[in-house]
């Protein structure tokens, strides 16, 4: 029997939507399948462009490039969308622009 997913409520403050997540996917894939334009680029850890501040609730973080997400950013509250996976209801704010 697979693992059971967990739900959690994803709010992006930049559109003003909360939607579903699970805690197997990225906040930038949710958010990205709910039709919000969250800006990103490489989608892999390793440009930056996805890089968000998180508001509210926590996240593990996916293997990354190490100058994609720097300790002091981490220690900023900053993580990446693309590498980001809720551990619990989480907000966040994008900060970058992405390809735009
Ligand atoms: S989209 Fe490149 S680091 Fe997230």
């Known amino acids: 029997m697979a693992p059971q ?4 409520r994803i709010t992006i403050a930049n559109v003003k939507k909360t939607i579903n997540g699970s805690d197997n996917d990225t906040v930038l894939h949710t958010a990205l399948m709910a039709g919000i334009d969250f800006p990103y680029a490489c989608a892999s850890g390793n ?13 593990s ?40």
Do not use: F, M, Y
């Open 5 to 8: 997913k967990k739900l959690h």
């Open 47 to 59: 440009c930056g462009s996805c890089i968000c501040r998180l508001d509210s609730g926590k996240v």
């Open 61 to 100: 973080l996916l293997p990354r490039g190490d100058a994609s997400l720097l300790p002091e950013q981490i220690k900023a509250g900053q993580t990446l969308a693309c590498r980001a996976r809720p551990r619990g209801d989480v907000t966040v704010t994008w900060l970058g622009r992405g390809r735009k």
